[in-house]
């Protein structure tokens, strides 16, 4: 049985409170015998990211590893085994220096972490990067795993999650820039000469946050293609890739906060809309094996004919060619926003309880949101937790507002692809 999001964020406050308090004066010894005995290394070596339950960060925060890796230091990444996935779209860090944690039970979290504790150390991973937003538990991991030079946000003069003293180079996240420069002033944290307080004085570009591209296989692109020209022909469509055109439609998104999901009516509307529109065009209704029935309930409603249900149909390694092969999708806040930003795909990603101003996709995308007094509701202040259990923002946005920009990418898509625009 797996642990509920709530769960963890219970055991991360009542667990992980005097657990700070109770390991920060021994991480604290220990930095002062080793700065005795041994000088810090100048620039990391052996860099080691932490990022655990967010898949859709392990894209975001790829800029900022290829400039570590840029920089010289070979890098490892910590990350919960479910979402391990995740990090081969881009293939940045070798599988070998991958190392996961098992969070489907409460043994195997205890026992992955003690595993961890010790390879890190095997390793000599001489510098961690703690991409959490405040978590206790990956600044335990920081500041338990051997490294000298530790790396994450602090909370300064606010009001916020305490995490004791993991840290030896305090960065101060900024609530006002994009995740993915927030990220990249961790890398600058992490070789800077001298300590700032706080962490980071530079300035970052628009250009220092683009993606690299999947390198997609070939005969990957070729089964996916096969997949959905057998699922097609099953259900009596005639479907040419490259002449009709594919438009996606991910209506899910994940239990780390529900309240980002447009009602499945309302995307069973959205497909109505869409294929009165664009009659000949083929529509997968994607998500996970284990959302088929939320999306079955998505197709039914619609009943539209060249509406198909593709949950499950593709394996995670499977997207990067689904997405190339694909014109437009419509996603909720999710993962498929951001993984999708490695190919070409044009994309319309729907938010409510956060913004894009912090959390857009990088990739050729287009936000609506509903710009509500309240929102966003969630930050990395409140641990990502809001109160809100009607959420208006989601509810406020049109299947109108929503099929003109479906449309403004379809032009887009047949203008790359020199397909005249019906």
Excluded at 9 to 33: K, S, Y
Excluded at 43 to 65: C, H, N, Q, W, Y
Aim: hydrophobic share 45%; net charge positive.
């Amino acid at each position: 049985m797996s642990i509920s999001v709530n769960t963890m964020r219970a055991i991360d406050h009542w667990v992980g409170v005097p657990l700070c308090a109770l390991v920060t004066p021994f991480v604290a010894l220990a930095d002062g015998i080793k700065n005795l005995f041994s000088r810090e290394s100048e620039t990391p070596r052996k860099l080691l990211f932490i990022e655990l339950s967010e898949m859709g960060s392990a894209i975001l925060v790829d800029p900022a590893m290829r400039n570590a890796q840029a920089r010289g230091a070979e890098l490892f990444f910590l990350i919960f085994k479910s979402n391990r996935a995740s990090l081969t779209l881009l293939n940045t860090v070798k599988p070998e220096n991958i190392f996961t944690i098992d969070s489907a039970s409460l043994g195997g979290l205890i026992k992955d972490t003690a595993r961890f504790l010790i390879v890190a150390r095997r390793h000599r991973i001489d510098t961690v990067i703690d991409l959490e937003l405040f978590s206790r538990f990956t600044a335990l991991l920081t500041g338990l795993c051997g490294a000298r030079r530790r790396v994450g946000y602090h909370i300064f003069h606010g009001e916020g999650l305490w995490r004791g003293a993991m840290l030896t180079r305090k960065v101060h996240y900024n609530p006002h820039i994009h995740i993915t420069k927030n990220f990249l002033s961790l890398i600058h944290a992490a070789f800077a000469s001298k300590i700032e307080t706080p962490f980071s004085k530079i300035s970052i570009s628009d250009a220092e946050v683009k993606l690299e591209q999947a390198v997609i296989d070939p005969a990957a692109m070729t089964r996916v293609r096969q997949r959905i020209e057998h699922l097609a022909s099953e259900a009596g469509i005639l479907f040419t890739q490259g002449k009709e055109r594919l438009i996606l439609i991910n209506p899910n998104a994940s239990d780390l906060l529900p309240q980002r999901r447009w009602s499945q009516q309302r995307f069973s509307e959205l497909i109505m809309s869409i294929h009165q529109q664009y009659p000949d065009d083929l529509i997968l209704i994607t998500g996970s094996p284990a959302e088929f029935e939320y999306v079955e309930t998505v197709r039914t409603v619609a009943n539209v004919k060249n509406a198909l249900n593709f949950a499950g149909q593709v394996s995670f390694a499977e997207l990067p060619p689904l997405y190339t092969l694909s014109d437009v999708m419509v996603t909720n806040d999710s993962g498929p926003g951001h993984f999708s930003a490695v190919t070409p795909l044009r994309t319309i990603v729907l938010f409510g309880p956060e913004t894009p101003a912090l959390y857009g996709s990088v990739g050729n995308s287009i936000a609506i949101t509903a710009n509500l007094a309240c929102s966003p509701c969630v930050s990395a202040a409140n641990h990502r937790k809001t109160p809100c259990h009607d959420n208006v923002c989601m509810q406020a946005i049109t299947v109108a507002q929503v099929l003109e920009k479906v449309s403004i990418q379809i032009r887009g898509a047949d203008q790359a692809k020199n397909r005249s625009s019906v």
